[in-house]
C-alpha cells in the first residue's frame, strides 16, 4: 500500500520538488544581486579612469546603477523593518474583572510586565 501511495503522489512530489527549486534559485538570485551591482559600480569607476568612457556616460550609468542598488536596499529593509515594528502599548494599567467581587463593574488594577 505504501509503494501505490507513492506513485500515486509522486507528480505532487515532483511538483513541490521543483517549485522548491525555482524559489532557491530566485533567492539566490536576488542574495547576489547587490554585490553584482557594486562590481559593475568597480569596474565602471575603472573604465573612467583609463579614459574608456566619458564623463557623461558614466554619470549616466552610475545613476542607474545607484537607483538599482537603492531600490535593493529599499526592498530588503522594508519586510524587515515591518517586522520589527510592535504594537504601541499604553502605560495605563489594564484592569481585569475580580472574580471574588459581585458587581461586574468592580474591578482590579494590576500591572503587567513589559
Known amino acids: 500500500m505504501l ?18 527549486q525555482i524559489q532557491n534559485t530566485i533567492q539566490q538570485e536576488r542574495e547576489a544581486e547587490p554585490a553584482q551591482i557594486t562590481a559593475e559600480l568597480s569596474e565602471l569607476y575603472m573604465r573612467l579612469e583609463a579614459g574608456q568612457i566619458s564623463e557623461g556616460e558614466f554619470a549616466a550609468n552610475e545613476t542607474e ?8 536596499q529599499a526592498q530588503e529593509a522594508g519586510p524587515a523593518k515591518a517586522r520589527k515594528t510592535r504594537p504601541v502599548e499604553s502605560n495605563r494599567r489594564k484592569r481585569i474583572p475580580n472574580p471574588r467581587n459581585t458587581s461586574e463593574n468592580e474591578s482590579t488594577p494590576i500591572a503587567l510586565p513589559r
Open 65 to 72: 546603477l545607484l537607483d538599482r542598488l537603492d531600490q535593493l
Open 3 to 20: 509503494i501505490i501511495d507513492k506513485l500515486l503522489l509522486s507528480p505532487i512530489y515532483a511538483t513541490v520538488w521543483a517549485a522548491r
